[in-house]
């Protein structure tokens, strides 16, 4: 059965075909903006053009533009090809590409987050979150890491504070999906922005 994954939560942007398990193809490219101009291009150079049984897309957190791009993009293909839709959380990706590199050790993820803050969440060795997704202040971020690994966006930023401590300057990659376990996988794929909305609705006087 193939699986097309779709990743565009974060700065970076990454499609990829797999079948049983194994990779078939995939592209992985760190854009920062424009991941709607070039989603359905990198989909398209896919064999087949990406039709795929299943498709898997990145949930978030992330960037609230690429995690809506992502599935706009997930959901209309789904419909047109009567795929079956599911999605997975970005944080839990990256812990699952560090661990593939440091397997012997939990890890930390901190990522970009809003308004100066990050994204921060430990796992365990297999991969399970030890505590829930929190959006942080880089000091707090930094005062709760503990594992010997970090990875992420800001896995650098964090172990300049910390001694002893492997950084892992990793993106999310549609190419690493199946590192992912079938856990991982939600069956009905909604946004996970990591933090409250910048606008808010005003208050019935």
Not at 38 to 67: C, N, Q, Y
Not at 78 to 86: C, I, T, V, Y
Not at 93 to 107: F, S
Not at 167 to 172: M, V
Request: include cysteine.
């Amino acid at each position: 059965m193939r699986k097309l994954v779709i990743d565009c939560a974060t700065e970076a942007c990454s499609v990829a075909l797999i079948e049983n398990g194994s990779l078939v193809s995939g592209t992985h490219a760190v854009l920062g903006r424009g991941h709607a101009e070039r989603l359905v291009p990198m989909i398209a150079e896919l064999p087949d053009k990406g039709r795929a049984a299943v498709i898997a897309v990145d949930i978030g957190p992330g960037s609230f533009t690429g995690i809506r791009v992502g599935l706009a993009a997930a959901r209309a293909l789904a419909l047109a090809w009567g795929a079956q839709l599911e999605g997975y959380e970005s944080l839990t990706l990256i812990a699952a590409m560090a661990l593939a590199e440091h397997p012997d050790h939990p890890v930390d993820v901190c990522m970009t987050g809003g308004h100066g803050e990050w994204f921060f969440q430990p796992f365990a060795q297999d991969g399970t979150p030890l505590a829930p997704l929190a959006s942080l202040t880089p000091e707090a971020a930094i005062e709760r890491s503990s594992a010997p690994v970090v990875a992420g966006s800001q896995a650098l930023a964090l172990c300049a504070a910390r001694t002893g401590v492997i950084a892992l300057d990793l993106r999310p990659d549609a190419r690493c999906v199946p590192l992912l376990a079938a856990g991982a996988f939600h069956d009905d794929p909604r946004p996970s922005y990591g933090r409250a909305p910048d606008a808010r609705l005003p208050s019935a006087a």
